[in-house]
């Protein structure tokens, strides 16, 4: 599925849309059948008052034209040990509506989740993203050494180019500082690298559309993953000013890939969706009887379709120096810059991450490109 494609078919659409409903305005306005059947009589007084309409309408068509281009994404993983952040970057790779133009990995065994991210890119024909190796080591805890059982699948030939090894916060701070749009930022992963790249260089405050983060339980009293990990990094992003979006165990923990949906991903049956099967049925042999939720394929899909899921607005602190409710999110509804998510259609949901992941990958001409 191409972006380039998607956008040149958008361009190529709304350039004809925009000609069609001008011939047809300057068909009314002369009382004649509509132009598009006579071209050739465009001269004289009817030129005359087609010109403006024309002008007009080719004036507005950049701003049709940006309406719909594809959100420039940063996505931020700690790819390898759940099994959905794999399924979160195929999905991004896979929506026309992203352009993702940097990947970035974070805490604990770094260079084999960027080699696996790595690996993954290549099998979507996107070769072409920046990636980058993040924090291993969160603000406050340890690093842990154990391997993940999905990096058995990296061999010797999965090698990254150099530049994927620069610090993951260096990195994004390059990447929004050199975009003349603002980027929406997806972090899937403990928050270690953003905090990072806030406190390194805060004017990157400015060039961030939304964070849309997995993380948090707001409607519970448990401690999620992603925040209690680096819950010093969390409680400086959501203090940050930075509009969020966060997309908690509340909604995450309804969507579950397994039976009949799991079955159409096996059947799709192409280089990049036996990949993912693999990658699966690995994280099985670790969590027996299990199936895959779909956490930060959420996050990934609030971008795509914001209003599969509903928000209240508030703000959010955590919990940073409890030892018995270290990393606790607590959401108060009201005056604030982060919306929590409190619903989801599941169905929707799932709809639209099986109608991507198993559409066979596009090869496009950007591989390769960028490194
Ligand atoms: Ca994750």
């Not at 010093?232 to 959501?238: G, H, K, S």
């Amino acid at each position: 599925m191409s972006q380039f494609g998607g956008v040149r078919r958008t361009l190529n659409y709304s350039i004809y849309k925009i000609v069609d409903l001008a011939l047809e305005m300057v068909s009314r306005a002369n009382g004649r059948k509509p132009l598009i059947q006579q071209p050739c009589r465009i001269q004289g007084r009817m030129f005359s008052r087609f010109l403006p309409i024309a002008i007009l309408t080719l004036l507005a068509a950049p701003a049709l034209v940006q309406a719909q281009k594809p959100i420039p994404v940063i996505f931020d993983t700690d790819i390898g040990d759940d099994i959905d952040d794999a399924l979160a970057l195929a999905l991004a790779l896979q929506s026309p509506e992203l352009d993702v133009r940097l990947v970035t990995t974070v805490v604990d065994d770094v260079d084999s989740r960027t080699r696996l991210a790595w690996k993954e890119l290549g099998l979507y024909h996107r070769h072409d993203v920046a990636l980058a190796t993040g924090a291993a080591q969160p603000f406050l805890d340890p690093q842990r050494e154990d391997k993940a059982a999905q990096f058995r699948l990296l061999t010797v030939d999965d090698t990254v180019p150099e530049a994927a090894h620069r610090r993951a916060a260096d990195v994004i701070i390059e990447t929004l500082m050199a975009s003349p749009e603002k980027m929406t930022v997806i972090p899937v992963g403990p928050l270690t690298n953003i905090a990072l790249a806030l406190r390194l260089e805060p004017r990157i405050k400015g060039k961030i559309e939304r964070i849309v983060l997995m993380g948090g339980a707001f409607r519970m009293n448990y401690p999620e993953y992603n925040i209690q990990r680096d819950r010093v990094a969390a409680q400086m992003v959501f203090a940050s000013g930075v509009p969020i979006t966060a997309v908690g165990l509340d909604v995450t923990r309804k969507c579950k890939l397994e039976g009949p949906d799991l079955e159409k991903l096996r059947a799709a049956n192409n280089p990049a969706s036996h990949f993912l099967m693999q990658l699966i049925e690995l994280w099985q042999t670790s969590n027996p009887g299990q199936f895959p939720t779909l956490h930060d394929p959420l996050a990934v899909a609030t971008v795509i379709r914001p209003n599969l899921v509903e928000t209240q607005t508030g703000a959010v602190e955590v919990e940073t120096n409890s030892p018995l409710t270290n990393g606790i999110t607590i959401f108060r509804q009201g005056a604030g810059t982060t919306q929590v998510a409190a619903d989801v259609n599941v169905r929707q949901f799932l709809d639209l991450f099986l109608e991507r992941l198993t559409a066979a990958p596009e090869e496009t001409h950007r591989d390769n490109t960028r490194h």
